[in-house]
């Protein structure tokens, strides 16, 4: 009931603000330790190093001012690895979900191995050209 009601806020927050920005406004990606974390960066706008240790969950949430245009969508999370078989880049994980929301949706992974990622979001409609990506590091 405590989570229902911290995403219920943290939507109206991250809507208001949104709304402030006007229709401009392009789909946003937070990253925390926990939901709460991510609530207060988004009242302080801050812009964080986002490093995590690894083990531990890592929660993200994904806002579209307008709304994603189908009932699913697929993340993936790619590693940044100089051994890569293709260009560089290591797929570790393709999620595909379904959203209760139409403007955000928030889930966590843990990771185990220390190194750079990126978080790719995709609409299941368009699988060519993501939504939103942002990166962030794992170290022990």
């Known amino acids: 009931m405590k989570k229902v009601f911290l995403v219920v806020i943290l ?17 946003l990606l937070y990253f ?19 490093v995590f240790l690894t083990g531990n969950k890592i929660f993200f949430l994904v806002y579209t001012p307008f709304g994603f245009k189908s ?8 590693k940044q690895d100089d051994n890569a078989h293709v260009g560089g880049y290591t797929r570790i994980r393709n ?31 368009n699988l060519q050209q993501w939504i939103v990506i942002g990166s962030f590091n794992v170290v022990e």
Do not use: H, M, T
Request: hydrophobic share 30%; aromatic share 18%; with cysteine.
């Open 11 to 27: 939507f109206l927050l991250v809507s208001g603000i949104c709304f402030a920005w006007g229709k401009k406004q392009k789909p």
């Open 32 to 50: 925390g330790n926990s939901l709460e974390e991510i609530e207060k960066s988004i009242l302080n706008s801050s812009d964080k190093n986002n």
């Open 95 to 125: 999620v595909k979900c379904r959203i209760k929301n139409k403007n955000y949706y928030s889930d966590y992974f843990i990771l185990y191995e220390k190194g750079k990622y990126y978080l790719q979001v995709f609409d299941i409609e």
């Open 71 to 78: 009932d699913y969508i697929k993340y993936q999370i790619v």
